[in-house]
């Protein structure tokens, strides 16, 4: 199992990063979260999972060893594969999945895209002796208010474009986050940031 890659980062997309370890580029699928923080040519060391199926390897990286460890947990549930189990983690931080499913929180769950309803009452039953109790602040998780708006420009900061193409970016999807119940999610919004971005090149 490949734990972490630690090395330069080589070149970034809007959901993965390739990390240059002794001459060899690793592809590894992050979070947005974990890609804003990411920057070509600068150093990084992300936390993996290695999942293997018949037809391809594929690595998935993580900002930390609590978000790997939950990634790995939530695959436990039946039905959550890696794709969903990392949306799970785009949408929510560690401690606020483990605080949704402590309190059995649906609404947190159904917020993801793939979980509906009977899939969140289901996935709170698997998953609430294994997950654990939350750790942190309750501030931990997605952020509130205008947190979207620092995290989405830090990601298109972090996929080479420049601020004032960000700006734009961001003032576009503005009335779409705004439009969407609770806490807008950042994953989508970059979605459809990227899409007015290549519309206008």
């Known amino acids: 199992m490949i734990a972490f890659v630690s090395g330069t980062v080589a070149a970034l997309a ?19 979260n974990t890609l804003s923080a990411l920057r070509v040519g600068q150093p990084a060391r992300l936390h993996t999972s290695l999942v293997v199926r018949e ?23 039946s039905g959550v594969g890696p794709r969903l189990a990392q949306a799970m983690l785009a949408v929510h931080g560690p401690d606020a999945l483990r605080r949704a499913v402590a309190t059995g929180d649906e609404k947190a769950l159904t917020a993801v895209p ?3 309803r009977k899939g969140a009452q289901k996935l709170l039953l698997e998953l609430k002796d294994r997950l654990g109790e939350p750790v942190g602040a309750p501030a931990v998780g997605a952020p509130a208010g205008q947190g979207w708006r620092d995290q989405l420009h830090a990601a298109l900061l972090g996929l080479g474009y420049a601020t004032r193409e960000a700006d734009e970016a ?32």
């Open 55 to 77: 037809d391809s390897l594929t690595l998935y990286g993580f900002a930390d060893d609590d978000e790997r460890q939950t990634f790995v947990l939530l695959q436990t549930a």
């Open 14 to 32: 809007p959901d993965a990063a390739v990390v240059e370890v002794g001459g060899v580029g690793m592809a590894v699928q992050c979070t947005p």
């Open 170 to 201: 961001v003032a576009a999807v503005t009335p779409q986050a705004e439009a969407a119940e609770g806490t807008p999610e950042v994953g989508r919004l970059l979605k459809a940031a990227l899409q007015t971005l290549n519309r206008a090149r």
């Open 114 to 116: 793939g979980i509906g």
